[in-house]
């Protein structure tokens, strides 16, 4: 297993579900977790590997599934969080909408765009009030775009709108921190690797095939 977690390419919510099942993975198969996912080359000549590799990704799924079992009240806070954000998402669209016609200024989605973040101001917001509206109405009588990477959280909204002018403000709707989220993201991403892995043994050649063709 390597030693320094600074190196691993996952976030730390991936790498605390790692390292919870990495014990039961290690006694039971005999294989380092973070190992054969870091380095899925070293493992991919021993016998039965595909299977091996298919069985742990059942267990860590399992693992996972568990310990979503144990945390409903989060997920029922964030599903809350979420309906309140999507709301908030809808009214701002409509109100930024209404603003850029009123100004005469474009709103534009691009795809991607190249920016210096760091001069960004940041504004998070995760309710509307008399304050927000007055803001976006001083946002836009002073940009010459706004750009909208709004984004979907599941079935969510999560409005995310650029205001550019001689300082470029970023007004963003965002979703409490929520353990069961994190939970879900670390799924997801972990998902995601494992997919990785098993697309790299069944390409460099099953061991399993070779032990069939052996027999």
Do not use: H
């Not at 297993?1 to 790692?18: C, K, L, R, T």
């Not at 979503?68 to 999507?86: F, P, Q, T, V, Y």
């Amino acid at each position: 297993m390597a030693e320094n977690d600074e190196e691993m390419p996952w976030s730390e919510n991936a790498d605390v579900v790692i390292e919870g099942v990495s014990q039961t993975i290690n006694d039971k198969y005999g294989v380092a977790l973070k190992d054969i996912l870091t380095k899925p080359a070293f493992y991919v000549s021993k016998k039965g590997m595909e299977t091996t590799f298919s069985n742990i990704r059942e267990e860590v799924g399992n693992y996972i599934q568990e310990l979503a079992k144990s945390m409903d009240d989060d997920r029922k806070n964030m599903e809350k969080d979420g309906l309140k954000c999507d709301a908030v998402t809808k009214q701002l669209a409509q109100n930024i909408s209404m603003q850029a016609k009123q100004n005469n200024i474009p709103i534009i989605k691009p795809a991607s765009m190249d920016r210096n973040t760091d001069n960004d101001e940041v504004i998070y917001v995760n309710n509307i009030d008399n304050g927000v509206m007055a803001l976006l109405a001083k946002l836009s009588a002073n940009s010459s775009f706004i750009a909208d990477f709004s984004t979907t959280y599941k079935t969510y909204n999560l409005g995310q709108w650029l205001f550019d002018g001689q300082k470029n403000f970023l007004i963003s709707v965002a979703m409490e921190p929520n353990p069961y989220m994190d939970l879900d993201s670390a799924k997801d991403e972990i998902n995601m690797i494992m997919d990785g892995v098993e697309g790299y043994f069944k390409s460099q050649g099953s061991s399993d095939e070779g032990q069939e063709k052996g027999q």
